[in-house]
C-alpha cells in the first residue's frame, strides 16, 4: 500500500525568484512600442514593477512588454496586480502563455483590464485575430489572478480585494510546447506608458497526470 501511495505522489516544480528578474529569465518590448518598456524586480519583496506601453494585446498584432521563461508542458502561473499609473480604461496586465515573441504570435492570456474587466483573450494561429471572452466589469481593485494550463485545457480564476479565488472560465488551446509563460502590461496607446505591480507572484511546473491503469 506504501508504495501504492508514493507512486501516486505528485509534486509541483516552483521556480525560486533568484535571478534578476526573479522567477523570470527576460524582458523584451514586443511589437516595437514606440515608448520602451521595463521591468524591475526586487528581491527583498519579490515584487515586479513593469512598465509598458503600446496600441494593445489584440487584433492582429501586438505591442507590449513583456518578462518570460521558456517552459513545457503543464503550468501555473498566480499573481497579484495593482496597476499605479493612471490612464485609459483599457490599459490592462495580463498572466500569458505565447508561442514566440513575434508581434503576430499565437497566445493566450488571462487580462485584468484598469476599469475591472477581465477577459480571456487568445490568438489561435499566427497573425489570426484575436479573440475574447469577456465577464462583467467589477471596477478598479486589486487583483489576484491565476492561470493554469493542463494538456490543451486552461482554466482562469480571479479575485478582487483579498476575496477568495473564484473559477472564471476555461478555454482549449493547442499552444503546444515549449511556450513562453510571463506577465505583460500594455497602455493601450501608443502616446503613453501603463505602470503595474505584481505580487506574490508563483510559477510552477506541474506534473503530468499518471495514466489510469
Same mark, same amino acid.
Given at each position: 500500500?506504501?508504495?501504492?501511495?508514493?507512486?501516486?505522489?505528485?509534486?509541483?516544480?516552483?521556480f525560486a525568484e533568484?535571478?534578476?528578474?526573479?522567477?523570470?529569465?527576460?524582458?523584451?518590448?514586443?511589437?516595437?512600442?514606440?515608448?520602451?518598456?521595463?521591468?524591475?524586480?526586487t528581491a527583498s $519583496?519579490?515584487?515586479?514593477?513593469?512598465? +509598458?506601453? =503600446?496600441?494593445?494585446?489584440?487584433?492582429?498584432?501586438? !505591442?507590449?512588454?513583456? %518578462?518570460?521563461?521558456?517552459?513545457?508542458?503543464?503550468?501555473?502561473?498566480?499573481?497579484?496586480?495593482?496597476?499605479?499609473?493612471?490612464?485609459?480604461?483599457?490599459?490592462?496586465?495580463?498572466?500569458?502563455?505565447?508561442?514566440?515573441?513575434?508581434?503576430?504570435?499565437?497566445?493566450?492570456?488571462?487580462?485584468?483590464?484598469?476599469?475591472?474587466?477581465?477577459?480571456?483573450?487568445?490568438?489561435?494561429?499566427?497573425?489570426?485575430?484575436?479573440? $475574447?471572452?469577456?465577464?462583467?466589469?467589477? +471596477?478598479? =481593485?486589486?487583483?489576484?489572478?491565476?492561470?493554469?494550463? !493542463?494538456?490543451?485545457? %486552461?482554466?482562469?480564476?480571479?479575485?478582487?480585494?483579498?476575496?477568495?479565488?473564484?473559477?472564471?472560465?476555461?478555454?482549449?488551446?493547442?499552444?503546444?510546447?515549449?511556450?513562453?509563460?510571463?506577465?505583460?502590461?500594455?497602455?493601450?496607446?501608443?502616446?503613453?506608458?501603463?505602470?503595474?505591480?505584481?505580487?506574490?507572484?508563483?510559477?510552477?511546473?506541474?506534473?503530468?497526470?499518471?495514466?489510469?491503469?
Open positions: 500500500m506504501r508504495e501504492l501511495l508514493l507512486t501516486g505522489l505528485f509534486v509541483a516544480t516552483s533568484t535571478g534578476k528578474f526573479g522567477s523570470f529569465t527576460d524582458s523584451n518590448d514586443v511589437g516595437a512600442p514606440p515608448l520602451k518598456g521595463s521591468a524591475e524586480f $519583496t519579490g515584487q515586479y514593477k513593469i512598465t +509598458g506601453s =503600446g496600441s494593445d494585446i489584440w487584433g492582429k498584432a501586438d !505591442q507590449f512588454h513583456y %518578462i518570460w521563461r521558456e517552459m513545457s508542458g503543464n503550468v501555473s502561473v498566480t499573481a497579484t496586480v495593482k496597476f499605479l499609473t493612471e490612464g485609459v480604461a483599457h490599459r490592462k496586465a495580463v498572466l500569458m502563455l505565447r508561442k514566440s515573441l513575434d508581434t503576430d504570435s499565437p497566445f493566450v492570456h488571462l487580462a485584468i483590464h484598469a476599469d475591472g474587466t477581465p477577459a480571456i483573450q487568445f490568438r489561435n494561429t499566427k497573425a489570426d485575430n484575436t479573440n $475574447t471572452v469577456d465577464f462583467p466589469m467589477e +471596477g478598479p =481593485g486589486i487583483w489576484n489572478l491565476k492561470l493554469v494550463r !493542463q494538456g490543451t485545457s %486552461i482554466t482562469v480564476w480571479i479575485a478582487k480585494d483579498g476575496a477568495p479565488l473564484r473559477e472564471l472560465g476555461h478555454t482549449i488551446n493547442q499552444l503546444g510546447s515549449p511556450i513562453l509563460l510571463g506577465l505583460g502590461v500594455s497602455s493601450h496607446t501608443k502616446e503613453a506608458t501603463n505602470t503595474v505591480l505584481f505580487s506574490d507572484v508563483s510559477v510552477e511546473q506541474l506534473p503530468t497526470p499518471a495514466a489510469k491503469p
